[in-house]
């Protein structure tokens, strides 16, 4: 076996062929380089394996295949039946390989492996499969103008597309990109995070199973500044679809602007979860848990900033801190019981931190956690989770996104002032309001800056409806039947049945 795959045992016994290389042409390749990124698993801080990692030379080479992939009428002018069939087929070797690539999962990001392989892969494999029913209904219109004009518009693909995806959600964000970029007939050049490189590449392995022709899936491992760069910058790429932060996200848009490209963004978040007095407390605790605690607080939606009517503020913070303490289980994440991972990378572990000192000097009230988790094993980038009350709007830890298991609660008095201080934010992603008064609810849902709403729940987002944000949280929207408009152009076709010059 060449080095371009490694065979590893995973923490939890099992055995498997990962691949080192970049994945362009349907083949595993070198980085012409030769440069490699090392992966640690944050759990105890041991390295994994190393993956070559793509330089500007390699982007060139992906991004040279998948134009001319797109150009080849074998992708260009498939069936859009035998598009979705194919796609079908992906999702369904995805879901035979579902073990595998959960484990994978959980061994690099941290993630539980039960929500790796209950949640994550079955995100993936849904929305492979809901792109898939799409191929064939994405359609163009007639427009009627006169009996002497014939217009109509074809939805036709973008072109080559550069996805570049984050560590915390590294499968499913791959698939929310895919389906949609594929099922519309693009083709894709996609870079994983250099925290996570793992899984995308295993998944290279089964893209060429799927029977897609060379060309039209490419996965790069890379650094953000390098390849990233090289993609956002590079002139034969027409599109650039990001998931990240939005200090990274700012630099792509102005590197997009090279050549105009079509831009996706997707970024960060601070987002409000609102409680009023009339809501059903109980269920309140149990989804703000959900909404700032899940995969370890590393979630762009996370609902963070927690503000509570001021009746029932006492009691919310008392349930909270209890319902946290009894659920908020944190342990190996091949552990079936654990609920909580270790933070991603060092980088992320020392963030938490400091947000934590932050906090703490800024004289916010610390109820619990506000400190690495030192009980697995000693080693690890655990957090305990971490809640301060009585928080300020002029404080760090109320305006900046920490993407951790940290949150920050306060109360409001009237329904004004938490509509205006929800929109206190430059972030408008996420937000979520608790009431059983349905006229506020609907009322707050549309006052509230934000480009999702939760009404009695935070955070259950559905690949079949769109995902997004306003404001600094980005641009586009992903998911549902929004996410094939950032993949199609409308090209209009005039034909002239009768008007003579
Ligand atoms: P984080 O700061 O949480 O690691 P980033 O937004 O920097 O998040 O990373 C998300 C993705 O963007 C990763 O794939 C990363 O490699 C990539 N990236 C980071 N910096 C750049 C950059 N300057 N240009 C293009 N991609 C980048």
Known sequence: MSDL??????????????????????????????????????????????????????????????????????WRDMDTTARGELLYRFAE??????????????WDNG?????????DLAEVTGTIKYYAGWSNKVHGQVIDTSPAKLAYTIREPLGVCAQIIPWNFPLAMAAWKLGPALATGN??????????????LYLGTLVKEAGFPPGVINFLNGEGRKAGAALAQHLD??????????????EIMKMAA???KNITLETGGKSPLIIFEDADIEQAVKWAHIGIMYNQGQVCTATSRILVEEGVYEKFIELFKSHVAETSIVGDPFKDD???????????????????????????KLIAGGEAFKNVGGKGFFIAPTIFTDVKDSMKIYREEVFGPFVVISSFKTEEEAIERANDSTYGLGAAVFTQNISKGHRLARLIEAGMVWINSSNDSDIRVPFGGVKQSGIGRELGEAGLESYTNKKAVHVNLGTKL
Request: proline letters at 5%.
């Open 237 to 250: 790429v027409d599109k650039i679809a990001f998931t990240g932060s939005t200090a990274t996200g700012k």
């Open 5 to 74: 795959f490694v065979e590893l045992t995973a923490p939890n016994g099992r055995k498997y062929s990962q691949p080192r290389g970049l994945f362009i042409n349907n083949e595993f390749v070198k980085s012409k380089s030769g440069e490699t990124i090392t992966t640690i698993n944050p759990t105890d801080e041991s390295e994994i394996t190393s993956v070559y990692a793509a330089g500007p030379e390699d982007v060139d080479i992906a991004v040279a295949a998948a134009r001319k992939a797109f150009k080849d009428p074998s």
């Open 111 to 119: 993630k539980p492996y039960s929500v790796a392989l209950n949640e």
């Open 93 to 106: 070797i995805i879901e035979q390989n579902k073990e595998v690539l959960a484990t994978i999962e959980t």
């Open 258 to 260: 090279v050549n105009m």
């Open 338 to 364: 654990t609920f909580q991972g270790p933070q991603v990378t060092k980088t992320q572990f020392e963030r938490v931190l400091s947000y934590i000192e932050a906090g703490k000097s800024e004289g916010a």
């Open 187 to 200: 083709t894709v050049v996609m870079k994983a995070a250099e925290q996570t490189p793992l899984s995308l």
